[in-house]
C-alpha cells in the first residue's frame, strides 16, 4: 500500500519538467519504505496487547506516524524528510524541516465529528488516552453493525471500549482496535492525491478558505476507509470475514 499511494501520488504531483518513471519510481520505493515502518508499528501492538505497557504503545504510535509521514511525503513528490505529522484524536501535529523549522496546527474534521459522536455516548478515559496515544472513551454498552453488543468499537481514529474490563482483555481489544485507527492512517496517503485541486479550489481570498487552509486538514482518507469496510461487509458470514477484521484480530492476538 506504502509503495502504490508513493508511486502514483508522486506522479499526479510531478513538477513539469520531471520525468513520470523517475518520479513514480521514487515513489514507489520511498513509499515502500514508509511502509515497513508501519508494518513495523503494527508489530509493537501485538507487544502492547501481551504487555500493557505504555512504552510498546507509544512506541507503536510513533513509528507509525513516522511510516505514514515518508509513504505521504512520497505521494506528495516531496523528500522523505520534508514534513512529519503526529495525530491525537482528531488533532494533527505538523512538522516542517524544509528551509527552516515550523509547527502546524490542524483539525481533522471527520475525526471531530467522530469524536464528538462518540464523547456524545460515552466518558473520556484520560488514563488509557496518555497510556496509548489514543483518544479513548468508555461506554456502557456499545454496538455495531454485525453484532447486537461488542466490547470495543473504533471511529476513524478514536476508541470506545465497554466499561469494566479486565486489564487482560482490555488491552487485548484496545490493541485490535488501533490497529483499526491505523488502517484510517493508511489511508492518510491517498490525500495527496487531492494536492492539485485543493489547490485549485482554495487557492483564493475568501477569509472562509483561507481560515479553513490554515486550520483544517481535510481527511478524505475516513470516507475511503468507511467505504472499503462496508465493501468488505457484502456476502459476510462471520464477524472476520472482513479483511480489516482479519488485520486488527491479527495483530492484537495472533502474530507469532
Do not use: C
Not at 501492538?45 to 504510535?61: H, L, P, Q, R, V
Not at 509521514?69 to 506528495?76: F, I, K, P
Not at 496546527?105 to 467522530?114: D, G, R
Not at 492512517?185 to 485541486?197: A, E, G, L, M
Request: hydrophobic share 40%; no cysteine; charged share 20%.
Amino acid at each position: 500500500m506504502g509503495g502504490f499511494f508513493g508511486g502514483f501520488g508522486a506522479v499526479i504531483n510531478k513538477k513539469p519538467n520531471e520525468k513520470i518513471g523517475k518520479v513514480f519510481v521514487k515513489g514507489l520505493w520511498q513509499g515502500s519504505f514508509g511502509g515497513l515502518l508501519t508494518y513495523k508499528s503494527k508489530q509493537f501492538i501485538y507487544d502492547f496487547s501481551n504487555s500493557g505497557d505504555f512504552k510498546d504503545a507509544w512506541a507503536s504510535k510513533i513509528l507509525n506516524s513516522i511510516g505514514n509521514s515518508v509513504v505521504h511525503n512520497a505521494a506528495s513528490n516531496t523528500n522523505f524528510w520534508e514534513k512529519w505529522y503526529l495525530n491525537f484524536g482528531f488533532n494533527r501535529f505538523e512538522f516542517s524541516l524544509k528551509d527552516k523549522f515550523k509547527i502546524q496546527y490542524k483539525i481533522m474534521p471527520l475525526s471531530l465529528l467522530a469524536t464528538a459522536v462518540s464523547a456524545t455516548n460515552g466518558t473520556f478515559d484520560f488514563k488509557n488516552s496518555i497510556k496509548t496515544g489514543h483518544f479513548i472513551f468508555k461506554r456502557n454498552k456499545i454496538s455495531n453493525d454485525f453484532e447486537i453488543s461488542a466490547i470495543g468499537i473504533a471511529s476513524l481514529n478514536n476508541i470506545s471500549l465497554l466499561n469494566n474490563l479486565s486489564q487482560k482483555i482490555e488491552r487485548k481489544v484496545i490493541a485490535h482496535e488501533v490497529i483499526h485507527v491505523y488502517q484510517y492512517n493508511d489511508f492518510s496517503n491517498i490525500n495527496p492525491f487531492f494536492n492539485k485541486p485543493k489547490k485549485l479550489f482554495l487557492n483564493n481570498d475568501n477569509k472562509v478558505v483561507q481560515f479553513y487552509r490554515k486550520w483544517f486538514y481535510s481527511d478524505f482518507n475516513g470516507l475511503l476507509q468507511t467505504a472499503l469496510y462496508e465493501l468488505e461487509n457484502q456476502n459476510r458470514v462471520g464477524y472476520y470475514d472482513n479483511y480489516f477484521e482479519k488485520e486488527a484480530d491479527y495483530y492484537s492476538h495472533k502474530f507469532k
